[in-house]
Structure formats: C-alpha cells, structure tokens
Nanobody
Framework: VQLQAFGGGLVQAGGSLRVSCVAS????????MAWFRQAPGKEREFVAA????????YYADSVKGRFTISRDNAKNTVYLQMNTLKPEDTAVYYC???????????????????WGQGTQVTVSS
C-alpha cells in the first residue's frame, strides 16, 4: 500500500488543523492506520491509531482529548483532527499502515510496514 499525507501547515497555539493520509494500491479497510510524529532531534513517537474493520482508537496521553483519528474507507483516507494545538505539537506527522498489527503493538512504530512521506505541522506561540 502507498500512503500520501497532506494538510500540514502553520497554525497559532490554540488553533486547529486536520491532516489527511490517502492510501492506494491495496484494500484500505484491511489495514490498521496510525499517525506518528517526529520533532527535530527527537525520536518518532506514536500519536494515534485506528484499527482495521472496526472503530477502536488509541491515543498518546499527550494528545488525548485534543486529537481525533478517524477513517473513511470509501475514500481510502485516514484523518487526524488536531484541536487546541500547542507549540510542542510541532513536528513532521507521518501516517503508517499495517494489515497484521495486534493491539499490544499498535503504539510501536517498528510494527508498521508502510509509511507515508510526512507533512509538517508548525504551531507558533
């Protein structure tokens, strides 16, 4: 599966932004999808995930209550709605996909086989 992320940009602290990731080349509903982010000089970290077929979602503690992950299987797209953004949310946001991931590994970046190219999100203070 090929992934293309877009929708990043510059936003003021407290604002909102939605990033999207379009998948192609395979049956989208067969894949669990996730968002990770990487700030300069830091490790890539888990942000949110949504399981294949169903609607189970998972979030990092740092974004819980502010970010919402969703998917539209008809459009082969996963979204990350980001509200009440903070300067520490500044990072390159990557989407990832895997067809066989288990719940215990859903926050583990090494468990995902497919990655998009990333989209920059910058939150100004």
């Amino acid at each position: 599966v090929q992934l293309q992320a877009f929708g990043g940009g510059l936003v003021q602290a407290g604002g909102s932004l939605r990033v999207s990731c379009v998948a192609s080349g395979s049956t989208f509903r067969d894949y669990s999808m996730a968002w990770f982010r990487q700030a300069p000089g830091k490790e890539r970290e888990f942000v949110a995930a949504i399981k294949r077929y169903g609607s189970s979602t998972y979030y990092a503690d740092s974004v819980k209550g502010r970010f919402t992950i969703s998917r539209d299987n008809a459009k082969n797209t996963v979204y990350l709605q980001m509200n009440t953004l903070k300067p520490e949310d500044t990072a390159v946001y990557y989407c990832a996909a895997d067809s066989g991931i288990i719940t215990s590994q859903i926050r583990n970046k090494a468990a995902y086989d497919y990655w998009g190219q990333g989209t920059q999100v910058t939150v100004s203070s």
